[in-house]
């Protein structure tokens, strides 16, 4: 018998018959909705989510008089990162906001911290005033990053919560961590994905013990806390999309169920997803779940080893989160796999059954443009055509394909009665295997991700989502500076003014057409 709830069932009965409204029987109803993933913790990070911006800074590097940068001895730090004593001529250091050009606030920051001890600033950064436990430093962005140097500590009362807080927020950074034109830019979103403010890929995270906490000396070195991730999804009205880490015993998903059933909105639900890309082979999660889907022997390759574990280990995971929560209700469980290969995404749901314990089929399908030597276009070649070109190829021949993989993996997600949503999407323009390192060919797709007509591809690109019973999409990336490593953010920096950005501007209005109150820029006051 049909799950009802599950599948949105509405029965009518009209001339003696009983019909189907809404949906076909099995298929669940696709309510497309956008979602976005969030840039991860590093000093560089150019969306800049806390006012406390130590809370982004690298780990503190040693240094040692007379000897070369980061050359200090090794540091003895306690279980949150925080210096516990010097030894004789050295100090420690870290840098916040390595942002070329200006791109993050200059005015007065409040550096303020616990203990006894000495710190001093350099580069961006000078000292106005001086006081046990506060600064007040006057910051130049256009000089680069800021540098604080810890040049004393007490270790009997080492110095400890370091905050260096932007101007204007010291007496309510408690109170409200997450800058305003952060919240006020994610408004309206479905959905929040925390890949990266996880660091899931490559993740070392196995116990409970080892998590970062709101104690922890910075994020950039295991991820941002639990409560922060839940504190923001209660702020914006947001379902949040956690990832598990693959070494994760089952002690520490229980704990996390547990804290996200304690302090979570009782009104929102919660994606659960085993990892990222388990199926990508240059992350170490999908060599572990190979390696672990051979022990079990469910199979002698271990690409369909890894399959078959990103299923089993996933049920597994969903088990203890419906023993959390009681039952599914709250519960969006996905089964995630490779978009442009619809097998791979059956081989997954259907092991073990793995489908009938889940709620979603996810896949990435970006509108790819791989551009290496030799390759097929050849990068060489491609970096000497005007951006109208690589704008004609991207819709004409790679949204197309993106297109296919998703109608391909909607039949796999329609024959499972499981729904079809992204993980990841957007454009996915980058030089590879070389093609990363041709200067010309970087600066022609960063021209062309700033040119009018991505909007009209990505309208595009939406709508053949919606068309083809696609649900949520979770854009890939929010912000973040463009490279020769891709130009995934939607905006590239905190300050930029979203209406020059045509890929922003598109996707944005997907999102108010499918009814989210999404804060638009004309809609700013």
Same mark, same amino acid.
């Given at each position: ?51 406390? /911006? ?58 303020? $911290? ?200 996933? /049920? ?38 793995? $489908? ?36 004609? $190829? ?132």
């Amino acid at each position: 018998m049909l799950d009802q709830r599950r599948f949105g069932v509405l029965w009518v009965v009209f001339g003696g018959l009983m019909i189907l409204s809404n949906t076909v029987i099995g298929i669940p109803v696709a309510v497309p909705q956008l979602g976005m993933n969030l840039a991860g913790p590093a000093d560089w990070n150019t969306e800049l989510p806390f006012v406390d /911006v130590f809370r982004m800074s690298r780990p503190w590097i040693s240094q040692q008089k007379d000897k070369s940068w980061g050359q200090g001895p090794a540091l003895s730090l306690d279980e949150h990162g925080w210096v516990r004593r010097l030894e004789p001529d050295c100090w420690a250091e870290t840098l916040m906001c390595t942002i070329e050009g200006g791109h993050y606030p200059s005015g007065r920051y409040s550096i303020l $911290y616990d203990g006894k001890g000495k710190l001093g600033v350099w580069n961006a950064g000078t000292i106005v005033s001086q006081e046990a436990g506060r600064m007040i430093v006057g910051v130049d962005s256009s000089k680069g990053a800021l540098f604080l140097r810890l040049l004393e500590t007490d270790p009997g009362d080492y110095v400890r919560n370091i905050r260096v807080v932007m101007p204007g927020f010291e007496k309510t950074h408690n109170d409200n961590p997450w800058h305003p034109v952060f919240l006020n830019r994610w408004k309206g979103m479905a959905c929040l994905r925390f890949m990266d403010f996880m660091e899931t890929n490559n993740s070392k995270m196995a116990l409970w013990s080892q998590r970062p906490t709101l104690q922890d000396a910075t994020f950039s070195e295991k991820g941002i806390a639990l409560e922060l991730m839940i504190d923001l999804s209660n702020r914006l009205g947001a379902d949040p999309w956690f990832c598990m880490p693959h070494l994760a015993d089952d002690e520490y998903i229980k704990n996390f169920a547990e804290m996200v059933k304690a302090k979570l909105d009782p009104s929102r639900k919660i994606y659960i997803e085993y990892s990222n890309e388990v199926w990508n082979g240059m992350f170490q999660q999908s060599q572990y779940a190979g390696q672990e889907g051979i022990k079990q022997s469910f199979a002698e390759k271990p690409w369909e080893a890894g399959w078959r574990y990103t299923a089993y280990r996933s /049920v597994q995971m969903f088990r203890i989160w419906e023993q959390i929560f009681g039952g599914t209700d709250r519960l969006v469980r996905i089964l995630p796999s490779q978009a442009a290969n619809p097998y791979v995404s059956e081989r997954i749901v259907e092991w073990q059954d793995a $489908y009938k314990h889940a709620d979603a089929l996810a896949i990435a399908p970006y509108i790819s443009m791989n551009l290496s030597p030799g390759g097929k276009p050849d990068a060489k070649q491609v970096a000497g055509w005007a951006v109208e070109q690589v704008l004609d $190829y991207l819709e004409n021949t790679a949204l197309p394909e993106s297109i296919e993989w998703i109608r391909g993996n909607k039949k796999i997600a329609d024959k499972y009665g499981l729904k079809l949503m992204t993980y990841e999407g957007g454009q996915h323009m980058v030089g590879v295997g070389g093609g990363e390192n041709i200067e010309q060919l970087t600066e022609l797709l960063h021209k062309a991700n700033a040119h009018p007509g991505m909007a009209d591809i990505y309208a595009k690109y939406f709508t053949a989502w919606e068309e083809a019973g696609g649900d949520l999409f979770c854009y890939f990336s929010s912000v973040g500076q463009w490279s020769k490593w891709g130009s995934w953010g939607l905006l590239q920096y905190s300050d930029e003014d979203p209406k020059l950005s045509p890929k922003f501007m598109a996707t944005m209005q997907w999102a108010r057409k499918c009814g989210q109150a999404v804060n638009m820029p004309e809609m700013q006051k």
